[in-house]
């Protein structure tokens, strides 16, 4: 299976600041990365697939960036609706394997 | 609108089964591919089963083979998860996902998940 390893695992930072998640892939995944937002009491909401493609919906402020087995997510400008917890995700091969989240929480 | 709305969620017992149901609304059902997602307490998401667009093709990770179904009825927009001979490491809420696309595709659109505890 593809291991994901995402960094850091909790992130503080203040509105306005920008972030930046990191995530690595054990074996070159091309451009099948995906990135999700989880918050409390809502659905998990799909932001970034195809490693850069912005889903419809989803704020300008996001970028994700990297190809192969390094990538990442930033986000500009930092809204208080985007403390939450990232997840990225390989859908490359099967099985479909998840990071084990960063954490973005109101320093 | 698209939602997914899990249920059938419970306290059971180690070797026992249990069935999971997911209702789907606001897009056509029968289109696209549908999954099952998991996420243990305090720990990451792990995929569960994708079923095709028929329901002819179902694909599991080996730690769910064999013991879980995957299942869908296209005309009442509803997927099912068959879990059986469950273990206290399937402790886990469980989500209804949908592909974006094919099954070697992300998940577009979630449920908020059913709780499931394996507990004597």
């Known amino acids: 299976d593809v291991q994901m390893t995402q960094s850091p695992s909790y992130l503080a930072a203040s509105p306005g600041e920008s972030v930046s998640i990191s995530c690595k892939a054990s074996?070159?995944?091309?451009?099948?990365l995906a990135w999700y937002q989880e918050k409390p009491g809502k659905a998990n909401k799909l932001l970034i697939h195809?490693?850069?493609t912005l889903q419809s919906g989803t704020p300008s402020r996001f970028s994700g960036s990297g190809s192969g087995t390094d990538f990442t997510l930033t986000i500009r400008s930092l809204e208080s609706e985007d403390f939450a917890v990232y997840y990225c995700?390989?859908?490359?091969?099967?099985?479909?394997?998840f990071g084990s989240g960063t954490k973005l929480e109101i320093k | 609108e698209v939602q997914l709305v899990e249920s059938g969620g419970g306290l059971v017992q180690p070797g026992r089964s249990l069935k999971l149901s997911c209702a789907a609304s606001?897009?056509?059902?029968?289109?696209?591919?549908m999954a099952w997602v998991r996420q243990a307490p305090k720990k990451g998401l792990e995929w569960v089963a994708t079923?095709?667009?028929?329901?002819?093709?179902?694909y599991y990770p080996d730690s769910v083979k064999g013991r879980f179904t995957i299942s869908r009825d296209n005309a009442k927009s509803s997927l099912y998860l068959q879990m059986n001979s469950l273990k206290s490491e399937d402790t886990a809420t469980y989500y209804c996902?949908?592909?974006?696309?094919?099954?070697?595709?992300?998940?577009?659109?979630w449920g908020q998940g059913v709780m499931v505890t394996v507990s004597s």
């Open positions: 996902a949908r592909h974006l696309y094919y099954y070697s595709s992300p998940f577009d659109y």
């Open positions: 606001g897009f056509t059902f029968s289109n696209y591919y």
């Open positions: 079923i095709s667009t028929s329901g002819s093709r179902t």
């Open positions: 074996k070159s995944i091309s451009n099948n």
């Open positions: 195809s490693g850069s």
């Open positions: 995700q390989q859908y490359n091969e099967y099985p479909p394997t």
